[in-house]
């Protein structure tokens, strides 16, 4: 099954502002959005965002998810140190009847 | 509180079968499809199978057809996944979640002679 594309990492400063991006089709995220997961090594994925880029309880405000076309994007404002992590977009792929991932971008906070 | 306990993980032999469980709690788990993912060691995630909140609809990754099989037990808040045939690239931790929303803490499979 094809999967969602996203870049393989970013860097960016202690405080600066990260932009992740994860880029499908019209029969995954451009139909029903992209979920965000955020995965620290050795702990399970940790839901960020629903595909209505709303946020779950308890998630900061300094994470906003948005999607343009076939294109879902996460920010992450005023980065921290334990903003470093793996970030997975989610996506059901009405096509393929399949959920598909991106392969993972790598968030490093210098 | 969401919690989903996977369970059933181990080390085994090509060729062998093995039965995850993954018990649910903190959500109406009979409205809920619920899927399989695993993940191989320093790799991405991989969805394996998902079934409808009444099993009337099972779906499966290409790379498990016909050799593994989820089913649930609603009076149980219990999913499965019944895997045969296993092969070196099943190892993975497998993760019992709701892809876009809810996410258990998983239990390793590992595929060895």
């Known amino acids: 099954q094809a999967g969602l594309t996203q870049p393989p990492s970013v860097s960016k400063g202690l405080r600066q502002t990260a932009t992740l991006t994860c880029t499908g089709n019209?029969?995954?995220?451009?139909?029903?959005?992209a979920a965000w997961l955020q995965q620290h090594q050795g702990h399970p994925p940790k839901l960020l965002s629903y595909r209505n880029n709303n946020r779950p309880s308890g998630i900061s405000e300094r994470l906003s998810a948005s999607r343009s076309g076939n294109t879902a994007s996460l920010t992450i404002t005023g980065l921290q140190p334990e903003d470093e992590a793996d970030y997975y977009c989610?996506?059901?792929?009405?096509?393929?009847?399949?959920?598909?991932f991106g392969g993972g971008t790598k968030l490093t906070v210098l | 509180e969401v919690q989903l306990l996977a369970s059933g993980g181990g080390l085994l032999q090509p060729g062998g079968s093995l039965r995850l469980s993954c018990a649910a709690s903190?959500?109406?788990?009979?409205?809920?499809?619920m899927s399989w993912v695993r993940q191989a060691p320093g790799k991405g995630l991989e969805w394996v199978s998902s079934v409808s909140h009444n099993s009337g609809d099972i779906l499966y990754a290409d790379s498990v057809k016909g050799r593994f099989t989820i089913s649930r037990d609603n009076s149980k808040n219990t999913v499965y996944l019944q895997m045969n045939g296993l092969r070196a690239e099943d190892t993975a931790v497998y993760y019992c979640a709701d892809p876009a929303d809810y996410w258990g803490q998983g239990t390793l499979v590992t595929v060895s002679s």
């Open positions: 019209i029969n995954n995220v451009g139909d029903q959005g």
């Open positions: 989610s996506a059901w792929d009405s096509s393929l009847s399949a959920w598909v």
């Open positions: 903190g959500f109406t788990f009979s409205s809920r499809s």
